[in-house]
């Protein structure tokens, strides 16, 4: 069995985040990136069955800003190989763009399970694994917090709203996009990434092809904080009129049924 | 370029979602607005069709395969129903189903996806929208001129009301040949307990802190969680008191938690505590002082006390 | 002992029997646990050596085995004074068979280095607890909220995961002009190594900022790295992540490559300890020196434009004293300050108590909280409410938000917790 694994950098959100002077995207000058945490746990359900059943586990990932560090930092981890898509292109990939070049990739390997992070901080345009499973035509599930191989099938398990979950079979190829892992994402010892890193595992492939920039039809006119950051917006009213307040927002959450 | 705004219905156990019906507002707007007509997209459970009224045609599939949702199902309906109607925009919430179905189906049906919708309106013939990107840190306002778009819109933020007026729609069944080659089959739901005494496993904590200012007060915010069916938990002072055990302490000197809601009682949000609990998804604080710094950290704060918030929560969450 | 604290009940961990051989005879003798430690030479049948082993064999672990059970580390170690500990019964559990590697009283030593100043056989847990963290590390066993700072500070050069870009952003307060040598590169005598929690914590900015007009109106030529500093990460080193501490180190020796200067200052002593005992077997050698060895020469030079009239006891901190002997420099200071009236605790100097920050237990309350009576921070502050002193001054930078928080918690809010630059900041510049 064979699971691809794209894993994306995405910027730090322990950063603020500038503005560039156009105010149409942030500074990518600025900013730091790290793996996408979705994607942490993307690799860690694969590690899992790795262990359990056996299965070469791949990552891939586009050429960005540290992403060497991601990738060596998932063979460090276990995943069997690290390949990282060359010339796509210097500025940010669109979900969209993203998963068309994967896709394309793709349709050159033998893979039984695509899993990647059920999102990114960025996603404007979408979440990959959908997008890459509507571009591919296999089944695919969205907020997954358990994978089971079968034979020429696997069970996902989804999370539903408050709680809910969800098992489906589904056939193989497929598309997963994780939630979160059985376990936390397993620690790579430093000394193990630097043993990576100098071993240099990393396998640099051109990629299928070139973005060519935003979808039609859709213009960003402006990037900005939103006004009231980081301050909890006060309910007013007496202690009757608050309450009725706090839980309606748990029922928005899908937290208590009203 | 057609003018129809379709809505999927999400529903578990036989409940539809608050955000279905937020969007079926919104969608009602756009339509009018649009001379399009208002499609609610309902697969399984079609008896849900008599709280749809806001619709103008009900577009359902009936059949036990669908489950509470089977993505390839619920895909293969949602690409028919598009087809099938006028539609120019697909609503759906940020949910499970929104982040399946709404990416999978813009690459199906070649629409332009948006994520994360805050706010959506008309605009003319074109649509703006605000999305809120970088886990809110950013929003984005977006102009669309796209002729098909999917929008994923994040729930809570409207009001459902204009969603859940009553009417008769037009009802229409999908052809269930539309799932003739499924790959996938729908197991099982399960529905999960309400937590235990590991606070850092329980969906919601109601925590208190030193403003609680006695042992025997702890029976007041004991019924609120009782009432969610979550644990206690409690910032140091009312640990070191001895008012509650070790293991239900939140913060730098006891557990990290991130639940999917935190309610703060008392508390008025020291660095230590504030470690312990800042990541989780929802905090709800009461405080009497409004300088806390737990302010800082709570998406929803109040200064009303809380010994007469608690009986007011506990009635209102009980039964 | 005076205040607070109790010992937690030891657990018999002693087979009922054990076969003891006679070195002269040869025979085989079936005795109670309790007559085990009677014989010098012995046999125990009844345990396997392979746990002991697993610990010796680790490069840096040999000197457990050198460890003949006299238990004089376990009085004196400042866990066992709130818990269950030691390292002669960390040794005993080995030798019963408990594999320590998989033991959660791996992660409770704070690497004081009381037990080393008094054994006899010199087995040394300033070696062995980083060995045998590593190994486990390596196996990717450790605590969620270890792994947790390991992972910030490789992602972001600080244990606190903050903006690299925001190193200096405390010297924005300071009142005085910070050099940054980035921007300056011109040599300097003083490379003045901030660290992460004089860098990012609140309190530790005060005490940066502090530290900035002292140096100034004494006139040290100084600068700071600003947004290049890294955390030097011995505690890090200390808790079994030494692949991160030489990444780190490199990064530092080459950051440190770029500029000229005579010595490094630091005010951190796991920093100071890292650059005096371990970047020299690395082959990287500075003269470093703690802030208040290069304070203590310098403050005659001060005006005093007021006082601090106050009674005030030191807490020692373990990597400048014990660890680096040096006690004297902190006091000295101390002294000078007009209106100070020091007062020693029972447990100062040599035998200073730990404040449970060391070796990674900066990181590791939640995770030790269920295995303490108290945390060592609270039972230290007692120690200092103790003496009747008014602020519990301290010159480690691990130290002010611990005790702080120790003092709400013990109900000794009364006792003011200052590094001793906010001291002479008070004394030098009174508002």
């Known amino acids: ?86 010339g796509a292109g210097d500025g940010w990939l669109s979900t969209a763009e993203r998963a068309r070049l994967l896709a394309q990739w793709l349709s050159g390997q033998s893979y039984d399970m695509v899993i990647t992070g059920v999102q990114a901080s960025d996603d404007l345009d979408g979440q990959l694994a959908g997008t890459l499973g509507g571009l591919l035509g296999v089944p695919h599930a969205s907020v997954v917090v358990g994978v089971e191989p079968g034979s020429g099938s696997v069970t996902v398990t989804q999370e ?61 006119l402006r990037l900005y904080p939103p006004e009231k950051a980081g301050r909890a917006e006060m309910i007013s009213g007496d202690a009757p009129a608050v309450a009725e307040r706090i839980v309606e927002i748990l029922a928005s959450k899908g937290l208590v049924k009203l | 370029m057609g003018n129809d705004v379709v809505v999927v219905v999400e529903h578990d156990g036989g409940v539809i979602s608050d955000t279905t019906f937020e969007l079926l507002g919104k969608g009602r707007e756009l339509a009018d607005a649009w001379g399009g007509r208002l499609v609610a997209a309902l697969f399984g459970e079609p008896e849900l069709a008599g709280e749809l009224g806001a619709a103008d045609v009900v577009r359902f599939a009936a059949g036990a395969e669908l489950g509470g949702y089977c993505p390839e199902a619920w895909e293969a309906l949602l690409l028919n129903v598009v087809e099938s109607v006028d539609a120019r925009l697909v609503l759906i919430g940020t949910s499970t189903v929104g982040m399946d179905l709404g990416s999978s189906l813009a690459a199906r049906w070649h629409a332009a996806p948006l994520s994360y919708v805050v706010a959506l309106r008309a605009d003319g013939d074109e649509l703006l929208a605000t999305s809120q990107i970088y886990a809110g840190k950013l929003l984005a306002d977006l102009r669309v001129t796209a002729p098909r778009v999917v929008v994923t819109h994040i729930g809570g933020l409207l009001p459902s009301d204009a969603g ?92 990290k938690v991130k639940p999917k809601a935190y309610l703060a009682f008392g508390i008025s949000g020291a660095p230590e505590h504030l470690e312990g609990m800042r990541n989780s998804e929802l905090i709800i604080a009461c405080n009497t002082d409004p300088s806390a710094p737990i302010f800082d950290v709570a998406h929803y704060g109040t200064t009303v006390d809380l010994f007469d918030l608690l009986p007011e929560l506990a009635e209102r969450l009980g039964d | 002992m ?138 990717g066993v450790m605590p969620a909220e270890l792994q947790d700072v390991f992972e910030k500070t490789f992602r972001q050069g600080n244990c606190l995961g903050e903006n690299p870009r925001r190193r200096h952003a405390w010297t924005k307060g300071a009142g005085v002009p910070v050099r940054v040598l980035a921007s300056d590169p011109r040599p300097v005598d003083v490379l003045f190594y901030v660290e992460d929690y004089w860098s990012y914590h609140p309190r530790g900015q005060q005490a940066a900022q502090a530290f900035a007009r002292i140096a100034d109106a004494l006139g040290v030529d100084w600068a700071i790295l600003g947004a290049e500093e890294k955390t030097l990460g011995d505690s890090q080193r200390m808790a079994g992540e030494k692949g991160l501490f030489e990444s780190l180190m490199e990064d530092v020796v080459a950051t440190l490559g770029k500029y000229a200067f005579n010595r490094i200052v630091t005010p951190d002593p796991h920093g100071f300890n890292a650059l005096r005992k371990v970047y020299p077997t690395y082959g990287h050698n500075f003269d470093v020196l703690h802030y208040t060895q290069l304070l203590a020469p310098l403050i005659d030079r001060a005006k005093w434009a007021g006082s601090v009239e106050a009674k005030v006891t030191f807490h020692d901190p373990c990597y400048l004293g014990r660890h680096n002997g040096e006690y004297d420099a902190p006091r000295r200071l101390l002294a000078s300050i007009p209106g100070v009236e020091v007062v020693e605790m029972s447990r100062c100097k040599e035998n200073g108590y730990c404040c449970g920050g060391g070796g990674g237990g900066m990181w590791l309350d939640g995770f030790n909280s269920d295995r303490v009576t108290e945390r060592l921070s609270e039972r230290r502050v007692k120690e200092a409410a103790d003496t009747g002193a008014d602020i519990l001054a301290v010159c480690c930078p691990y130290e002010v938000s611990r005790f702080e928080d120790a003092a709400k918690s013990t109900g000794n809010e009364h006792l003011k917790v200052l590094d001793i630059v906010e001291l002479i900041d008070a004394a030098m510049f009174p508002r």
């Not at chain 2, 499924?182 to 739901?189: D, I, P, V």
């Not at chain 3, 050198?66 to 019964?89: A, F, H, Q, S």
């Not at chain 3, 004081?112 to 060995?131: F, H, S, T, W, Y």
């Open chain 2, 164 to 255: 859940r007026k009553a009417g008769s729609p037009a009802l229409e069944e999908i052809d269930p040949a539309v799932l003739g080659s499924l790959k996938s089959a729908f197991k099982e739901r399960r529905v999960p307990d309400g937590g235990g005494v590991d606070i850092t496993a329980a969906p919601m904590l109601v925590s208190v802190g030193r403003g609680i200012a006695g042992q025997d007060n702890l029976e007041l915010a004991q019924e609120v969680a009782d009432a969610l069916g979550v644990p206690l938990s409690a910032s140091r002072p009312v640990i070191d008191q001895g008012w509650l055990p070790k293991p239900h302490q939140v913060g730098k000197s006891g557990k």
């Open chain 1, 1 to 86: 069995m064979r699971i691809v694994v794209p894993v994306k950098q995405v910027p730090d959100l322990v950063e603020e985040l500038e503005l560039n002077s156009e105010g149409s995207d942030i500074d990518r000058e600025f900013v730091k990136f790290v793996a996408n945490e979705w994607d942490e746990q993307a690799l860690e359900e694969a590690l899992l069955i790795k262990e359990a059943v056996g299965a070469q586990v791949s990552v891939v990932a586009f050429d960005e800003p540290d992403v060497d560090q991601t990738l060596y930092t998932a063979l460090a981890r276990g995943a069997d190989d690290a390949v990282k898509l060359t």
């Open chain 3, 2 to 139: 005076p205040v607070g604290g109790r010992k937690q009940p030891p657990v018999a961990t002693e087979l009922e029997a054990a076969t003891v051989t006679s070195s002269l005879s040869g025979r085989e003798w079936e005795l109670p646990g309790m007559w085990n430690r009677m014989f010098e030479s012995r046999v125990l049948s009844g345990y396997t050596t392979s746990e002991l082993a697993r610990i010796s064999s680790l490069p840096g672990g040999e000197s457990i085995e050198w460890c003949y059970g006299c238990g004089k580390c376990v009085p004196v170690c400042p866990v066992d004074l709130v818990g269950e500990y030691g390292p002669r019964k960390l040794h005993r559990k080995a030798q019963t068979g408990v594999n320590l590697l998989a033991d959660a009283d791996l992660w409770m030593c704070t690497t004081c280095g009381n037990c080393l100043r008094v054994c006899p056989k010199e087995v040394d847990m300033i070696q062995i607890m980083p060995a045998a963290r590593e190994a486990a590390v390596t196996d």
């Open chain 1, 160 to 220: 539903l709203a408050g709680g809910t979950v969800v098992t489906t079979e589904i056939a193989t190829p497929c598309v997963v996009g994780m939630q979160t892992a059985r376990q936390a994402p397993r620690y790579a010892p430093i000394s193990r990434i630097r043993q990576a890193m100098s071993a240099g595992g990393l396998e640099s492939v051109e990629a299928p092809g070139e973005a060519t920039g935003p979808a039609e039809g859709v213009e960003l």
